[in-house]
Every structure is written in C-alpha cells, then in structure tokens.
C-alpha cells in the first residue's frame, strides 16, 4: 500500500507479515516545514513553546508557505482549536494562532512519532543545553 499525501509511504511483505514503513515526507516547492518534538520533557508546555519558537523564527525569516507537524495529538488539536481562554496554554496558544495568521495558509498535521525521528533526535540533543530556541 502507497499513499501519496498521506504518511504511510509503503508496505512490504516479509514472511507474511505486513510490514508498514513511516518517514518524513519533503514538502511542496516553495513550502517550509516546521516538525516539533517534545522529548526533552514530554509535557504539553514544553512543545507548545517549540511550537512557538518555530513559529516566531519562520516569521522573522519571512517564510509565510509553511506546514507544521509535530507528534503530540494534544498539541494538534489544541492549535486547531478557537477558544482556549481557560486552558492552562491559552494565552502561548493564542500567541501560536496570532503567527499562524499572518501566514499563507499554514497546513497544520499530526504525524506518527516515525515520521518525526530527526525533530526527535534533535530535540533529544538539545537536553545538554538550556531551555529555549537552539538552532543547529
């Protein structure tokens, strides 16, 4: 099985056995993409802030084509979201929504944590430094 946009890329038969193969899936042209993980601490803040700082960073580059994936379901259905005025994150989400629009038509998506094993290994590498945004 091959899905084009979709993110299962292949399925391989071994042994009888149905074997699904996940990876990260380039863009369109003239499209960025920002993928966030949350490994240095797995709580809900701590990938809302890599969000944010993703965000902001694509701003202040001028890069407005852009698709956003991360791992979280949570964060995804929270930035998917309108009304968070009593959600612990509502005001960093809000900050989230205020850069999304003022973006062509960001494309938001839950990815498995397959398809995001480069954020991942980044973010894993970035527990040796202090909290905020690291570039490499």
């Known amino acids: 099985m091959l899905l ?3 993110k299962m890329l292949c399925t391989k ?3 009888s056995t149905c074997v699904n193969m ?4 380039k863009p369109p042209e003239h499209c960025f993409k920002i993928n966030v993980d949350g490994t240095r601490s797995g709580h809900s803040s701590k990938i809302a802030w890599g969000m944010y700082y993703g965000l902001k960073l694509a701003r202040d580059l001028n890069i407005s084509n852009i698709e956003i994936e991360a791992d979280s379901a949570i964060l995804i259905n929270l930035l998917q979201r309108s009304d968070l005025s009593l959600h612990p994150l509502g005001s960093l989400i809000t900050d989230c929504h205020h850069l999304l629009s003022s973006m062509d038509n960001p494309k938001i998506n839950h990815v498995f944590r ?3 094993m480069t954020a991942d290994s980044l973010a894993k590498n970035s527990i040796k430094y202090a909290p905020g945004l690291i570039k490499f």
């Open 13 to 15: 038969l071994v042994s």
């Open 22 to 25: 996940f990876s990260w899936v």
């Open 114 to 116: 397959e398809c995001n």
């Open 4 to 6: 084009r946009n979709g």
